[in-house]
């Protein structure tokens, strides 16, 4: 089984013929925020502050595609981009203090008991390319991996996906 953080590298390995056919599916759909803790950030909080601003870099992650979509449908340019390698790391130079804002995944915010609702803005959906989250079955997978796709597509993990701050795709 592979998963991804994107839907390009299952699709990469269906057509090369190292996926199983047909076995590609959306796991979990990425959610966006606005991390700036102790501000309560929303919409409007990027054209009233000025300063540097975490993401995930755009060229690699989709986090960071994500990010400069947000960015530009609220016309924010007064910000300094600090550009982590991976969405994680984008999280962290929020989280260790070295920048005041991030836009980050909603479920990294999620797992980090220290940050409430107050800290943080949830980035509507139309404000970027939806994060497919894909997963296949890999022809030199074992038997377990199977057992993995068939739980993630379950109503349970569903429910597990949720809470940890994703959202799910209906009949994906």
């Known amino acids: 089984m592979f998963l991804a953080a994107d839907s390009e590298r299952p699709r990469k390995l269906e057509r090369s013929g190292f996926g199983v056919p047909e076995s590609r599916f959306t796991y979990a759909i990425g959610r966006l ?4 803790p102790g501000e309560d950030p929303d919409a409007g909080y990027l054209s009233r502050h000025a300063g540097r601003i975490a993401i995930a870099n755009p060229s690699t992650a989709p986090y960071g595609q994500a990010a400069m979509e947000v960015l530009k449908a609220l016309d924010a340019d007064s910000y300094s981009l600090v ?10 130079f929020v989280d260790s203090g070295s920048v005041a804002a991030g836009l980050v995944a909603l479920s990294h915010v999620r797992i980090n008991p220290r940050f409430t609702p107050s800290d ?7 404000y970027y390319t939806p994060i497919r989250q894909q997963g296949i079955l890999l022809k030199t997978g074992n038997p ?11 109503e349970d993990a569903a429910r597990i996906i949720v809470d940890d701050g994703y959202a799910v795709a ?3």
Do not use: C, D, K
């Not at 943080?120 to 139309?126: E, F, N, T, V």
């Open 33 to 36: 925020v606005l991390l700036a």
């Open 83 to 92: 550009v982590g390698t991976n969405v994680l790391q984008a999280f962290q």
């Open 120 to 126: 943080y803005w949830i980035i509507p959906q139309h």
């Open 144 to 154: 377990e991996a199977m057992q993995l796709l068939n739980f993630l597509r379950s």
């Open 170 to 172: 209906a009949g994906e």
